[in-house]
Every structure is written in structure tokens, then in C-alpha cells.
């Protein structure tokens, strides 16, 4: 088993928490610098070195192997634009894919401090008309955060997240849609090192009566559309992650944890020499943070393409390929990272 800060995070409690808080007054600080420099045409790519370039430059990272990990960049910065609602950075050869000046783009990013990572997207576009429904984005997670708390019910979230989006409906170039809340994206848990934890934040209708519990940390997020409310992966991907639920299975099964292995992995992944040249390359850059290729290029990670693709199949590696609605519709999204505290809902970005 690799030596995963996952499993070896030497941070108590209380320093996990103002991580956590110093990171979101870090993270508000980003979206003041880069909407500023959009502008109509610009490269998406060079959007994301933008964004990129700001969180570098705000949490003081430091590229030194032995600091790398200490803070900064938490995942590729997302900018899915008009339909796709998540998951498209670009990756290295997506050039001269820009922004246009009808377009509407969705501008996620992550800053982490020793892993303890706050996730936040903000609605953007240069056309006026798309504000009514960045509105309805923006209000809906507001009321989904004012329904968060310890004890508070994830899928009773999920019901008043989807009941607001879908009573409302909006104008574009004098046509009437009414809108949808996308059920292919959720909000998430995080904890250190991984972004997605153990527990979901639906944005619909669903039996889901597990509890919000004090101490935890998640990032709230809704997705209204004018499609139909389904995202569908689309095939270029470029959002990766290490497989965390195989890490935590095989990680049990070595220490013996609620199992009764003998202290050895049952199923064993065997990789080949260019595989496991990869995935070390992998660990020793992101440990369990997402990655993009664009990333794995710009660190000239040798011929990655297809062991990366080898990885993904044998499962030692996730894919998150984009999602999108209906071609021609368009989707919102606004995204907070929360503290849930005894009594209290803190937001941290």
C-alpha cells in the first residue's frame, strides 16, 4: 500500500477545521481576480492557467517536492460551458476552444491547505441574458444551505433543491423554458484528500434519509437547465482521480479492518512497467486529489496516454468524463463549500 496522506494525516481535529476556514477566505479571493480578465474569444485554456495562476499565487505554493503537497491547486479548474454542466478542462491539445460572447460558462475550482479542500463554481457569461437563470442557481443553493445542519436529512435537501428550480421559469432571446434541476450531479461530503467522501447531497427527489452530522465538511451545489434535467458523459475525457474506494477497501483488507483477510489484498490489480510508471507518477504529483491530462503533459509524464487509459480499466484509476444536457440547452451552476458546527452552518467560501 502506497504511504498515502489519507492514511497518514498527522493533523488533530481543530487544525483540520481552520485549514478548512483559512482555505474558503483564500478561495473567495480567486473569482474576484479572474472575472475581470475574461474576455470575449479568449482561449479556454488560457482561462484555466488564469485561474490557475491566481491560486498559486494566493496560497503561496511552493513546487518543491517536498511542499508541492502542502497546499494549492485541489483539481482541474472546470469550465464547462452552455449544455455541459461539469467536468471539461481543457486538456492539451483543446487549443482554440474559447469563450464566446453567448455563451455561458461554469467556473469551478478547488484550493487545498494539507488536503483539507473547499470547492466552489460560480455562473459567468458576458451576455446579460443568461442572469435570470445564474440567479435561480445562486438562489437555490442559498435555500439548500439554509436546510443544512447537523441532523439535517440529505434527501429532504435534494426534494426542496429540485421543488425551487422546477417551479421557476426563465426567458432567453424572448423563448420560455421551464427549468429542470439536474439529477446526475450532486453536492458531496469532503474530507482530507478526498472530495467526494462517503455522503451525497442530492438535487432531487429521492429516498435518501441519511443525516448531515456536526464536524463535517460539504460542498453544496445545484444545476438548473433548460434541457431535461439528465447529463450524459460525453467521450473526451479529462477529469481523473486515483480509485479512492479501492485504496480504503484494499487498505482494510491489508490492516485486517472489519475483514478477515489474513492482512493481504483479496484481488490484487497487477500493472505492467509502463502502468505502474504512471500511477507512481500519479501519486507522487496528486496523491489523491484529481488530475487532468493537460497536468500530466505539462509535468512531462512519459507517453501517460495509454497506461492511463489501461489504469482506468483496471479500475486503479476513476474517469469523469463531461456531462451534458440536451445540445442546445443551457445549464447554471453555483457551488459553496459548508462547515457543518453545533447549531451553526458556517459557509467557507
Partial sequence: MEQLKIFNSSLTNNEIKNCFIKTGKIHKKIIQDVLPQIKEN????????????????????????????????????????????????????????????????????????????????????????????IDVAQDATKLAISNCGDDAILGEIGEIVQEYIESKEITIDGVTYPLKSIKDLTGHKIIPWVIHADKSVPNFKCNYPVRMKSGEIYAIETFPSTGSGRALEQNECSHYQVNTDLLLKEYRELNNINCNTGGKILKPIQLDKKESYVYHKIIDLYQTLPFCKRWLAEEKVNKYQIPLRNLVKKNRIRAFPPLNDAKGSWVAQSEKTIMIEDGNVRVLN
Fill in 42 to 133: 479568449q482561449a479556454l485554456i488560457d482561462i484555466a492557467k488564469i485561474v490557475e495562476n491566481s491560486i498559486i499565487e494566493h496560497t503561496k505554493f511552493d513546487n518543491s517536492p517536498e511542499h508541492r503537497l502542502d497546499k494549492g491547486i485541489a483539481f482541474p479548474v472546470g469550465l464547462s460551458v452552455n449544455e455541459c454542466a461539469a467536468h471539461w478542462t481543457p486538456n492539451p491539445l483543446d487549443t482554440k476552444v474559447s469563450l464566446g460572447k453567448d455563451d455561458l460558462i461554469k467556473i469551478d475550482y478547488g484550493i487545498h491547505t494539507q488536503g483539507c479542500i473547499v470547492d466552489g463554481a460560480y455562473s459567468f457569461s458576458l451576455n446579460p441574458k443568461f442572469q435570470e437563470l
